[in-house]
């Protein structure tokens, strides 16, 4: 389990380190374009960063959809939650794993959905248009990212059936960073 959770965090975080400076070479590209500096605008308009966009719209999307299972196995995806709440220790617990058999459900259902379609489109000539890359490629991340939001609805189901706890998301905590008493008690005053 900890390779995957690596795994995730790895591709989530390259993803969008790499779409930041994807982003940022394309605006300095762009920006320094309209210098008029005989010899460099030239050079610059001659390089194409027109692939910039298109690339970083479909990390993007990988990005998202790692990204909502990471946010499902860390409690940090988005619930709405507040009859579940109000509810007693029983009914609260049979809505919970519910709720969360009824995410698996969905997100495998759209796994499969997905997987269907990019096995299709991957016996077609479709490519992206400006980088030219396979479309399955592209859409490869509905499959690949549902199955696994999947199996973290199931993971935290199962381990909501065990031990009665939901994960939860400190806002507060910096992850590598543990403060110690002396630095929360200086911040508080």
Known sequence: MKILDHLEEWLIASLMAAATIVVFVAVVHRYMSGWP?????DWLIQLNT???QELTIYMFVWMAKFGAAYGVRTGIHVGVDVLINRMSGAWYRRFVVLGLLAGALFT????TL???FVYEL??????SEVLEIPMWMVYLAVPLGSYLMCFRFLQVAWSF???GELPKHDHAHVEGIDPNEEDIAGAKV
């Open 161 to 163: 059936i065990r031990t």
């Open 37 to 41: 500096i005989p010899g460099l605008q």
């Open 108 to 111: 495998g259902i759209v796994g």
């Open 122 to 127: 991957s016996h077609t000539s479709s490519t």
């Open 114 to 116: 997905g997987a269907t």
């Open 50 to 52: 027109s692939w910039a």
